[in-house]
């Protein structure tokens, strides 16, 4: 069942209206019951306490265990009757000798209400136990009335609800010789409490209807009325088509606030748009400025490949896979005569466009340096004196760089800072051990040695950033240079672009799905010989089995 906001505050005042409502009369029927009650007890027992004080309990103690009445028996009796007369509510009043187990009528009152027949008479003897009379025994032996309340109900339509007060009748030694007890039938208090509870809950249903009726028209005016406007207000904004209400709050409440809030969200939301709009024209333009600068950074790498198709005494392979748009990993390849060739890989610090831009400084400084110079520590020198003065962000850059002459298989080079290269010798493959200098751009003048090493036929000299070593998977274990060795091991050609694919296969395979954080970069050169081969020979030599 859907009730609207209205009903359901309403239903809600109704609900808890009646449940305090019912807490309030049932508690006020006790309190004027309790109060009744205890007014009855205490001029019950003040009137047991006149009769008691004209009594003698050892003349009532001998009239009993002589078994006959004394003179003034009658007259006892009619004071008994006279008080039970009077007072409309007293059910039994009586006069009993009790012992250890059992009590002795000596008289109960009679008034003209009640039947004669059920009177009991002088000297009748009942066991406490048949009659549930043993709670005022404590009592009979302290010699000490009734000091609270002692509620009865027995069966029957007119003495279902009672209660009991008794008075001892003290003999000369102070203990109880006699007691006088009434039990009050609260028939007609409980009648009168019923009339009175009846009354004052007409008046609370009166009432309850008056404040329903305000209470509705309070609801209606200053709450459901407000979030309906609200509520207009938001389907229109979320339509498209808002429609600003001229309502005006009667107080400056939560639901004002409320209405304030989403007045201000609305704005913000606006906003938001309008900047995640900006954003986005700004987004293309920046995708399609790194695209264009994917392009130029590519173009600024030899990247077509077989690169020197008419030489057939080495063969040249390399990738850079950036970690971002575009990346500060560079490799570079040429050949200032027909007798040598230049490798070069280097890796800038950081990443993304400035890495970048770094990328092609110290690219364009390597390149320049290699045009006056040989010898890779002098073209490194050089290159770190060029691109320290123009370096205000003190980024640096290692590199590798070496000279082969082709003619002998002499590999001259220098590290800058660079990982160890990975070199296939013929038999085994195994890293380079060199003492490597500090990158460049690190400090002013710095200066590097070169180590030479004579490549072999059939060589395989295997270069590469760290971010092949230092690939993670998601347990944030790294690829390693042992495996890469293990990977170098297991390939099955020594082509320079199956090497590099089969490479990278194994980096892909243990990241497993993990993101690149860094630039990856390789580059393979396979040293075939200086003696004449035919093209189908050079061809076969590539494919070489390890």
Not at 78 to 92: A, C, G, H, L, P
Not at 139 to 156: C, F, N, P, R
Not at 467 to 482: C, I, L, N, P
Not at 508 to 523: I, K, R, S, Y
Request: proline share 3%.
């Amino acid at each position: 069942m859907k009730l609207k906001l209205r009903e359901r505050i309403l239903l809600i005042v109704l609900v808890s209206v009646l449940i305090i409502g019912i807490l309030l009369i049932r508690l006020t029927s006790k309190m004027f019951r309790d109060l009744y009650v205890d007014l009855y007890r205490t001029e019950t027992l003040e009137t047991l306490n006149i009769l008691a004080a004209d009594i003698d309990g050892e003349a009532i103690v001998s009239m009993v265990e002589s078994g006959k009445k004394s003179q003034d028996f009658e007259e006892l009796l009619d004071r008994f009757n006279e008080v039970k007369e009077k007072s409309t509510d007293m059910e039994f009043l009586y006069l009993v000798v009790p012992y250890d187990t059992y009590f002795v009528y000596v008289l109960e009152a009679q008034a003209s209400r009640d039947d004669p027949g059920t009177i009991a008479k002088f000297g009748e003897i009942y066991d406490y136990t048949d009659f549930d009379y043993e709670y005022f025994l404590p009592d009979v032996q302290q010699a000490k009335a009734t000091d609270e309340t002692l509620a009865i109900s027995y069966g029957g339509d007119t003495y279902s609800d009672s209660f009991t007060v008794w008075t001892p009748i003290l003999d000369s030694e102070g203990k109880t010789a006699a007691m006088i007890e009434s039990d009050t039938n609260l028939h007609r208090v409980n009648t009168l409490i019923f009339n009175l509870t009846g009354r004052i809950a007409g008046i609370m249903t009166g009432l309850l209807i008056i404040l329903i009726t305000i209470l509705f028209f309070i609801l209606s005016n200053t709450v459901v009325h407000p979030i309906r406007v609200l509520t207009s207000e938001v389907d229109s904004y979320e339509n498209g088509h808002y429609k600003k209400s001229d309502y005006r709050f009667m107080f400056d409440d939560e639901i004002k606030r409320l209405s304030d809030s989403s007045h201000d969200m609305m704005n913000r939301i606006d906003y938001y748009i309008d900047e995640r709009a900006k954003e986005a024209v700004e987004k293309e333009h920046l995708v399609a400025e790194l695209s264009l600068a994917a392009r130029i950074q590519g173009s600024y790498l030899p990247n077509n490949f077989p690169a020197f198709p008419d030489r057939h005494d080495f063969d040249i392979y390399a990738s850079m896979t950036p970690a971002k748009d575009v990346g500060g990993d560079f490799y570079d390849f040429f050949m200032p005569d027909e007798d040598h060739i230049f490798l070069v890989i280097a890796d800038v610090s950081g990443k993304g466009i400035p890495a970048s831009l770094f990328m092609m400084v110290s690219r364009m400084a390597i390149r320049n340096a290699a045009q006056f110079e040989t010898l890779p520590s002098k073209i490194l020198s050089n290159a770190n004196q060029h691109i320290i003065e123009n370096n205000p962000e003190n980024m640096f850059v290692t590199v590798w760089l070496g000279c082969v002459e082709l003619s002998t298989g002499k590999l001259t080079y220098a590290n800058a800072g660079h990982s160890r290269t990975l070199l296939y010798n013929g038999e085994v493959w195994e890293y380079v051990e060199t003492r490597c200098g500090l990158p460049l751009a690190a400090i002013e003048f710095s200066r590097y040695r070169d180590y030479e090493l004579t490549l072999d036929k059939g060589s395989f000299l295997f270069q590469y950033t760290d971010g092949v070593t230092e690939a993670e998977r998601e347990d944030s274990s790294q690829f390693g240079k042992d495996r890469l060795l293990e990977a170098a091991e297991q390939l099955s050609s020594l082509n320079p672009q199956d090497v590099l694919k089969e490479i990278r296969k194994k980096v892909d395979e243990f990241v497993d799905g993990a993101p690149q954080f860094d630039d990856l970069t390789m580059l393979g050169f396979y040293y075939v010989g200086a003696e004449e081969v035919s093209e189908e020979a050079a061809v076969e030599s590539a494919a070489v089995e390890i």
